[in-house]
């Protein structure tokens, strides 16, 4: 059981932009930086955001990433059909004795 | 461009140990800039985090598999390594390989993963 949690699903039509909450607490999200994977169906996961907002080179600028407190988030903007893949948040807990964690998993749809 | 590899079984028996190792080509295990770990994600389900190691040797566990699991490296090979101990069904699973950055807090690189199905 993850102790980052992610919305089971979000949607939203070509064009348009989707978000993707990650929730934590002050032993993970609160004190460590945030990374986002995005893993395409069939695929290994790939690094889309990491220290909780700089992407990767060849990463397009409509992924996003912030963070607030105990949360972080993912912005999508401009969807299209290609975005369409499970998205996991990540990083450590120092509860658990700086074990690496992963968010729940996010599936993206594009209508 | 850096490239990791996982190999080993596919199947595996319950209650004998996993082993898989992974292949690093295009750049040096032996960077201290880098750790490198394994990851599971059981058919269907989310990623799991399974253990981490420096180029020293020096690791760290997934406190719930930590009494089931070790990692190793080998420099020389440019290749590091995971036994799990006692499988049971549980432990069926795609694992990959990944390169955590110091510098990136992220695994920045990922192997294509490999399926391991724990049956008789």
């Given amino acids: ?111 | 461009q850096l490239q990791l590899q996982e190999s080993g079984p596919g199947l595996v028996k319950p209650s004998e140990t996993l082993s898989l190792t992974c292949t690093v080509s295009g750049g040096s295990i032996s960077s201290s800039r880098y750790y490198w770990g394994w990851i599971r994600q059981p058919p269907g389900k989310g990623l799991e985090w399974i253990a981490s190691i420096y180029y020293t040797g020096s690791a760290s566990y997934n406190p719930s598999l930590e009494s089931r699991v070790t990692m190793s490296v080998d420099t020389s090979k440019n290749q590091f390594s995971l036994r799990l101990t006692s499988v049971t069904a549980a432990d069926t699973a795609v694992y990959y390989c990944a390169r955590f950055g110091r510098g990136k807090w992220s695994f920045d690189y990922w192997g294509q993963g490999t399926l391991v199905t724990v049956s008789s």
Avoid: H, M
């Avoid at chain 1, 039509?13 to 934590?24: H, R």
């Avoid at chain 1, 990767?56 to 949360?71: A, M, Q, V, Y």
């Fill in chain 1, 1 to 111: 059981q993850s102790v980052l949690t992610q919305p089971p699903s979000v949607s939203a039509a070509p064009g348009q932009k989707v978000t993707i909450s990650c929730s934590g607490s002050s032993s993970n999200i609160g004190n460590n930086y945030v990374s986002w994977y995005q893993q395409l169906p069939g695929t290994a996961p790939k690094l889309l955001i990491y220290e909780n907002n700089q992407r990767p080179s060849g990463i397009p600028d409509r992924f996003s990433g912030s963070k607030s407190g105990t949360s972080a988030t993912l912005g999508i903007t401009g969807l299209q059909t290609g975005d369409e893949a499970d998205y996991y948040c990540g990083t450590w807990d120092i509860s658990l004795s700086a074990a690496r964690v992963f968010g729940t998993g996010t599936k993206v749809t594009v209508l």
